[in-house]
Each structure stands twice: as structure tokens, then as C-alpha cells.
């Protein structure tokens, strides 16, 4: 069990029979009244962001939460198929609820799956990924320094926001937790 005392950003925590992560939280100790602890914490199930107040030095539940070392190999029909990297066993994950890593899963990437109960819930993309652009407006020469960006697809099928001096064919560094482009790594 952890104690409102042993929260930091990142920690995962059960209440009411369901993971969550918490996103960010705030002591907090009025003039009058006892000290609470104001979190907000997103579920590991759905990726719904829920806020949640706590007296201080309440106990909550541990999960039982288990991370294994797959390979993405392909999505078939509503799932993406996974294969353990130690017995070569394949899981089906349902779309749905991996909607928000979807964008970033290339063919063979080495992911964490999430297990909670034995029951594989969702799947952690690593930080950075390399990937290739598949579309987007050709770069104008000269314009590296402006700041100003311009829509482009991934390769995966994701858009995000790039450098106006990058080109269909080029190959980038993404931040999977902010969605946001961080270098050219070769171009075409």
C-alpha cells in the first residue's frame, strides 16, 4: 500500500478496483481543517484523466501491474498483435485501448506491455522514435531559422507539426509523450 505521503508523478496506484498513474498532484494544507492531497490521476485502462482529492496520509492500493518486453508486429482487424520477446508467444491488444500510442508503432519496435491481473491493458511507446515522412509540403530552401512548422504525415499515419525546411522522404526524431518533432536525422 502507498500513503498520500509516497506520491510523486509516474506512480501507479489502484482505487476502486482500477490502475491509474498519477499525472500530477498538490499538497495541500488550508488554515482550517485537515491537510489533503489534490491529485489527478489517468487510468492505465482507459487513458481517461480523472481529479481526485485524498486526506493526507490516506492509504491507497497497490496494482498489480507486471510490464513485458514485446515486439509489434502488425495490427489485424480491431487489435495490434504483440510477441513476447522471451517465448515468442503473441498477444492481441484491442485498439481502442492503446488509441493514444498508436501513432508511433512501427513494424518490429521493441514496446512495454502493460499487464494488470495478468490481462495485457495498454502499451508504453519508448520515448523517442526515428521515423521516416511520408507527406507533407516541400521544404523552402533557406527558411531553418523562422520557427514556423507545417503539417506533415508520418509514416505510421500520425501528423504532427515540423520545421518548414523538412521534406517528404526525411527522417526525424519524435517525442512520443509531447507528439512534438526534436531533430532531422537524415535526409532523402
Known sequence: MYSTTDFKKGLRIEIEKE??????????????????????LKSLISGKVIDRTL???EKVETPNIEEKNMQ???????????MDNETYDQVHLD??????????LLENIQV????YNEKP????VPNFIEVKIKQTEPGLRGDTVSGATKPATLETGLVINVPLFLNEGDIIKVDT???????RISSK
Open 177 to 183: 509523450r509531447t507528439k512534438s518533432y526534436i531533430e
Open 112 to 115: 512495454k506491455i502493460l499487464y
Open 72 to 82: 509489434y508486429l502488425y495490427d489485424e482487424g480491431n487489435d495490434f498483435v504483440f
Open 19 to 40: 490502475p491509474y498513474e498519477i499525472v500530477d498532484f498538490q499538497h495541500v494544507k488550508p488554515g482550517k481543517g485537515g491537510a489533503f492531497v489534490r491529485t489527478k
Open 95 to 104: 485498439k481502442t485501448a492503446s488509441a493514444e500510442s498508436a501513432g508511433f
Open 55 to 57: 486526506r493526507a496520509g
Open 121 to 124: 491493458i495498454n502499451i508504453e
